[in-house]
């Protein structure tokens, strides 16, 4: 079935340096990529989303990219803040016209004042 | 707006009991959904309902039900509550395909244990 498997699991990262959190999928039709975070005890939500007709995607410090060819989609975050810690999924729509969307398992990122 | 809500935010049941999870969106949306939230699981997809009227399975279905009450709500029900079900159960809405807006916007969550 489709799957969608995201690493790092866990990423600590020095205040104002980089994160990169990298997701492949299998379903080739997946035409749709959302990023989610969630702070703890919250709710998951949207950040920053991409289709497959676009390879980059940036909004002020966050930025996503996506290889079609190589199935894969990444998300970047620059100068990271405190605030930036929490948890953030990947996910990948299933064939078009199915409204279904598989996440990933989730990475869990702690910026280090 | 109040967007997605869910009721209830907390339940505790015993093994066997039954109990029928909430959710309204008042945003017009075309699509619900429900998922579980499981530690390093990430969110996995137990129902969704394409439009009012419909409702299929997705990842996880087994122990569950729905129904699609109206374009607003959309319920889960457990029949006989399993401690493998303990979870965070999610609701989400979003305007449907045809829109062109893909965001799927999720409701405060609940908590369920069943012991």
């Known amino acids: 079935g489709e799957n969608v498997e995201q690493h790092p699991s866990t990423l600590s990262v020095q205040e104002g340096d980089s994160a990169v959190i990298k997701c492949t999928y299998s379903?080739?039709?997946?035409?749709?990529f959302p990023w989610y975070k969630q702070e703890l005890g919250k709710r998951p939500q949207l950040i920053i989303d991409?289709?497959?007709?676009?390879g980059e995607k940036k909004d002020q410090r966050i930025a996503v990219t996506l290889n079609k060819t190589a199935k894969h989609f990444s998300l970047h975050i620059t100068e990271t803040q405190p605030e930036d810690s929490a948890v953030y999924f990947c996910?990948?729509?299933?064939?078009?016209?199915?409204?279904?969307?598989?996440f990933g398992t989730g990475t869990r990122l702690k910026v280090l004042a | 707006n109040a967007g997605v809500t869910q009721t209830p935010k907390f339940q505790v049941l015993k093994t066997g009991q039954s109990m029928t999870l909430q959710c309204a969106q008042d945003?017009?949306?075309?699509?619900m959904y429900w998922y579980r939230q499981d530690p390093g699981m990430g969110l996995r997809l137990i129902y969704y309902?394409?439009?009012?009227?419909?409702?299929d399975k997705g990842e996880v279905p087994n122990g569950y039900n729905v129904s699609r009450l109206n374009k607003r709500e959309f319920s889960l029900r457990l029949e006989s509550a399993a401690p493998s079900q303990t979870s965070v159960y999610f609701c989400?809405?979003?305007?449907?395909?045809?829109?062109?807006?893909?965001?799927?916007?999720f409701g405060p969550g609940t908590r369920l244990t069943v012991l």
């Open positions: 989400a809405s979003r305007f449907g395909a045809s829109s062109g807006n893909n965001e799927q916007f």
């Open positions: 379903d080739s039709a997946s035409n749709y």
């Open positions: 991409i289709r497959s007709n676009v």
């Open positions: 996910a990948a729509s299933i064939s078009p016209g199915t409204y279904k969307y598989i």
């Open positions: 945003m017009n949306h075309n699509s």
């Open positions: 309902s394409a439009s009012e009227g419909t409702t």
